[in-house]
């Protein structure tokens, strides 16, 4: 994958740096000004910090643009400094997360200059972590090092308590950092730290972020793909409970590379496609580039290289226009790739040195080594030899320089490292003279504490006095008190008393249902049984016997079901629903499956359509719901013709959400349609097209239910014959 999006580590640390408290935030006042134009400057401000997440890069820059012609017209107004810094520090961000990675350190040099004038220790944290975020993407790790040192440092300025999630926040930063430098006992200490503390306070955002950085770490640094995977579900999952899409954007394209990883080509290209539609539906081009990047390489390392060729071109397309130099240097690096497999050599060869030509831009040696190990095989294809094998020596030469300017930079951790520990051992003697001191002034506080106990002792006792002569007075209150106590259990006693008689009555009904609609069916089953054994049969008897059988099993069971569901029901009546957005498409599904042994024994078919509406869901107790639609759909069924067709449509009306079961059976009478329409307690059961018998209680389930949501049952007759049962439930059920 490209580096442009190598990781998730760096874009979202920055982000997560700065979205827990921006720089000035409530401090940035307009004095001087216009008041028209004070407004506006709010907006800006507010607007700015709405679309920091890097969600729409595009409304981010044109905010930004705003507050820089203001800044012009306006050169004397009081403020003016402080929204140079917010100027500065969001540029940083916005440059950072369309990739123009030295913009946003030129901005982050300007903010911390800006700062030096004002006592703003968040402020300065933030803006150094940024700075760390920053050299870390550019490949400078010991800047990186030294400024995540710095950025913790800063929390000692802090007035009144540290922000533990920021403090939290940079660790998880610096583990990018700390991976690339080897250190990665270090990177999984921190990354476990972090995940355990945002886990503890159930902070679903930053906890989705570490697992994210974890799946990295185990994918990138310890080729442990399976692991990586449940680390990606596990933040996926959490990301999807806080609708975040731009984190799910990056948990659907990992998940897509580590499935390639994995060599399940199908998954990988679901999740690459789930990646880049999410991203482009949040106008986020860059990222989606990335995500086309990985599908274009899957396609490529299959062989599908006309899809892999189309995909690059389109991204190279992307990266031109957003100017982005790791964009088109990897891009172009793909496409001659590409171009040497299909053997246009020439093309290959001008896709080739353009890769080399934008890696040399942003001066990375260790860019050149892949394009050059490509140029090799180009020139061994075209066997142009002597060619190959000058490239050849420039590519062991720079990787010859690449692996002294790594061994560089491990020597200068480890300089710096031994330097701090060093300065630690020099400050150990300060250290122990000032716990020295402290044990002075603590046995001195002691003796505070002896004077002021007695102080207290004193008071209490005083306070003992004043105590018994108010207990006098209240005592006088506290008979009045428990009078009205006594008048408020009576009053409890009765509606108890109340309650057990509804409670013995719905016992009543529970046994009476149970008595009848389950005694039916269990005399046939074993009247069917008594047949079988009774009694030599045909093959064709036997047929119709097994057929009989399986209705009656069926119709027992739903009788059962329907019987404990209501009973359920009456007993929770005055708990609260567990309302969530449920997707209708799913619960219908799962429902068609359960009943089509029924629906085939009549030759049916079943279906369900989304109306009016593009969005499948709607807010119900899920347990409520499935037993609703069960119960309407099972009803559909014994009521419909053989051959016929059942429809399921979901709706919106004026407030509520419309589910319709329409049947093409054979209807019911005026009389008959009114009684279902009006009726408020139990219903009376009829029995359907093939002599099935009705259970006695699942409509009044249904209506029970709904009531119970706010919502209502009716039916309506349908002109060409059968009947729609209409599930009304309230679209916004506060």
């Known amino acids: 994958m490209p580096p442009y999006s190598r990781s998730f580590l760096g874009k979202l640390s920055l982000i997560l740096c700065l979205l827990l408290n921006s720089p000035l935030s409530g401090q940035v006042e307009s004095n001087g000004i216009e008041n028209s134009q004070k407004i506006y400057l709010e907006v800006i401000h507010d607007s ?9 890069n595009q409304r981010m820059s044109f905010w930004l643009g705003e507050l820089r012609t203001v800044l012009k017209e306006n050169t004397d107004f009081e403020s003016r400094e402080k929204y140079l810094i917010v100027y500065h520090t969001f540029q940083a961000v916005h440059t950072f997360n369309i990739v123009h990675y030295q913009e946003a350190l030129a901005y982050t040099d300007s903010a911390l200059t800006l700062l030096e004038s004002y006592k703003l220790p968040p402020s300065r944290t933030a803006v150094l972590s940024q700075l760390a975020n920053i050299n870390t993407e550019l490949g400078q790790m010991t800047e990186a090092n030294e400024a995540y040192q710095n950025a913790l440092a800063s929390f000692k300025d802090w007035e009144g308590e540290v922000d533990s999630i920021r403090y939290y926040g940079i660790l998880l930063n610096w583990t990018n950092c700390l991976s690339r430098l080897g250190q990665f006992e270090k990177v999984l200490d921190y990354l476990n730290r972090a995940r355990n503390y945002y886990q503890k306070i159930d902070h679903h955002l930053y906890w989705a972020i570490t697992e994210n950085n974890m799946g990295e770490i185990y994918r990138e640094i310890f080729n442990e793909n399976t692991r990586a995977k449940n680390h990606y579900w596990k933040a996926k999952t959490l990301n999807e409970k806080t609708g975040n899409k731009f984190q799910l954007g990056q948990n659907f394209n990992n998940l897509g590379v580590v499935y390639q990883a994995l060599a399940m080509s199908d998954s990988s290209v679901y999740f ?46 992307i990266s031109k226009r957003q100017q982005i130099a790791k964009g088109l240097y990897y891009t172009s690096h793909s496409l001659g790739d590409v171009y040497l497999e299909m053997k246009q050599y020439d093309s290959a060869q001008v896709w080739l040195k353009r890769s080399l030509d934008y890696g040399k831009r942003f001066n990375a040696s260790e860019a050149e080594l892949p394009i050059l190990e490509s140029m090799v095989k180009l020139y061994e294809k075209k066997r142009q030899y002597e060619k190959a094998l000058e ?320 919502g209502n049952l009716k039916f309506k007759l349908r002109s060409e014959g059968g009947i729609c049962a209409m599930l009304y439930l309230p679209s916004n059920n506060k």
Not at 48 to 56: A, L, M, P, T, V
Not at 428 to 454: C, D, G, V
Not at 623 to 641: E, H, P, Q, T
């Open 48 to 56: 700015i910090q709405s679309y920091r997440n890097g969600e729409n």
């Open 272 to 317: 690459f496609e789930k990646a880049i539609s999410t991203r482009q539906s949040m106008g986020d081009e860059n990222n989606a580039a990335s995500s086309m990047h990985g599908l274009a390489t899957l396609y490529a390392s299959e062989g599908r290289l006309k899809k892999a060729l189309v995909l690059f071109l389109e991204i190279y397309e």
């Open 391 to 710: 490239v050849h020596k420039q590519f062991k030469q720079v990787s010859d320089s690449v692996l002294l300017a790594r061994n560089k930079e491990s020597l200068q951790s480890l300089k710096s490292n031994i330097e701090k520990e060093a300065a630690e051992n020099d400050n150990k003697f300060l250290r122990e003279l000032n716990q020295l001191k402290e044990a002075q002034i603590s046995q001195q506080k002691k003796i505070i504490s002896y004077i002021t106990l007695a102080i207290i002792l004193f008071s209490i006792l005083s306070l003992l006095l004043i105590r018994s002569l108010r207990m006098q007075r209240q005592a006088k209150n506290a008979l009045i008190d428990s009078k009205e106590k006594l008048e408020k259990q009576n009053e409890l006693l009765l509606l108890s008393e109340q309650s057990l008689e509804q409670a013995n009555k719905n016992k009543d009904r529970i046994l009476s249902v149970l008595g009848h609609d389950l005694r039916s069916p269990l005399a046939s089953l074993s009247a069917l049984i008594g047949a079988f054994s009774a009694q030599a049969i045909t093959r064709e008897e036997l047929f119709s016997f097994v057929k009989r059988l399986k209705v009656q099993t069926d119709d027992s069971l739903l009788a059962l079901e329907s019987v404990l569901s209501w009973a359920q029901a009456q007993k929770e009546s005055g708990a609260g629903l567990k309302l969530e957005l449920l997707p209708v498409k799913k619960y219908v599904e799962e429902s068609f499956q359960i009943y089509a042994p029924g629906a085939r024994a009549k030759d049916l078919t079943m279906e369900f359509e989304v109306a009016n509406s593009k969005d499948d869901r709607l807010l119900a107790d899920a347990a409520m719901f499935r037993s609703m639609l069960g119960n309407l759909l099972s009803n559909a069924i014994k009521f419909s013709k053989e051959q016929g067709a059942i429809k399921v449509s979901l709706s919106q009306e004026e407030g509520f959400y419309l589910l319709q079961v329409c049947d093409e059976g054979i209807g019911m009478s005026a009389h008959r349609l009114q009684e279902l329409n009006e009726t408020t307690g139990s219903l009376k059961s009829t029995i359907g097209t093939t002599g099935e018998q009705g259970r006695g209680i699942g409509l009044s389930l249904v209506k029970d239910f709904a009531r119970m949501h706010g």
